[in-house]
């Protein structure tokens, strides 16, 4: 029998150019999370490092802290969505900005490379992350309990026709590691959230950083949205986590009633 509800929390965390110190707040707010009896937990983008993009910032695929997150997941009996780490290919290749999928059982399950780049040339804010990192090709898709999620990171929000596609393939909710800035988050990130939700009528999960200054402060505003677009919950400015039970009974039966995606 399909599995109808599915416990969900998401952490929003302040990242700093410190990988140590972002990995023990980040063991920290797992911990904190645990009191919600969550079934998956997920992280936001770059959640280890926030800065340049350079050697000390990448992770190996068998790093320490990827196997802590393996062990973590296996003890506690939790999904883990790692927002997304700068993973090390090789010395000739760029790294890729990587969501990993630990399953409950502590393997890691899948490896989604985000698919769109971030440029941005203006002249009081320059950004290219074509020149450190490569592009993804294969869409995230993964299956847990049974249930098809779908996966994005961060600027892939602005495509719609990605999404469209997880939906295609089966995706009745999506994780969306972001660390989104504050001055294209109260635009940007408040509507096009609601705006994939209601068009692919998923459960959409934008989990967000916060916190810094200038042109680098992230809006935070991590969310939970419905298939119908209603906001179930939202977090403000400051860290800390979110946790919602959803109802995959309800959103089959209104894609039934409201059958849009058929045609």
Known sequence: MPKETVRI?????TASSHPENN????????????????EIICLPETFLYFGTFTEKNMVERNSPWIKWFQ?????????????SLLL????KQKPTNTTLVIHRGGRVVHAYHKKYWYIVKRKDFIIDESRHTSKGVRDG?????????????????RYPEYFRRL?????????????????TGSI?????TRARAIENQVYFCACNQTGGKGNE???????????????????????????????????????????????
């Open 167 to 183: 939906v295609r393939k089966g995706a009745e909710i999506i994780f969306l590691p972001s660390s989104f800035r504050t001055k």
């Open 188 to 192: 940007a990130w408040r509507y096009l």
């Open 217 to 263: 402060a992230r809006c935070g505003e991590t969310c939970i949205i419905s298939f119908d677009g209603s906001v179930m919950k939202r977090l403000p400015v400051r860290e800390g986590t979110l946790s919602v039970t959803i109802s995959l009974k309800k959103l089959r039966a209104f894609r039934k009633t409201f059958p849009v995606l058929n045609q």
């Open 141 to 157: 898709i993964v299956v847990l309990d049974g249930i098809r999620i779908g996966l994005g990171i961060c600027v892939d929000l």
């Open 88 to 91: 090390r290919r090789s010395r």
């Open 9 to 13: 929390t998401l952490i929003q965390l």
């Open 71 to 83: 062990e973590f997941a296996r003890k506690n009996k939790v999904h883990l969505i790692l927002g």
């Open 23 to 38: 990995f023990k707040k980040t063991c920290r707010l797992l911990n904190r999370a645990m009191i919600d009896r969550p």
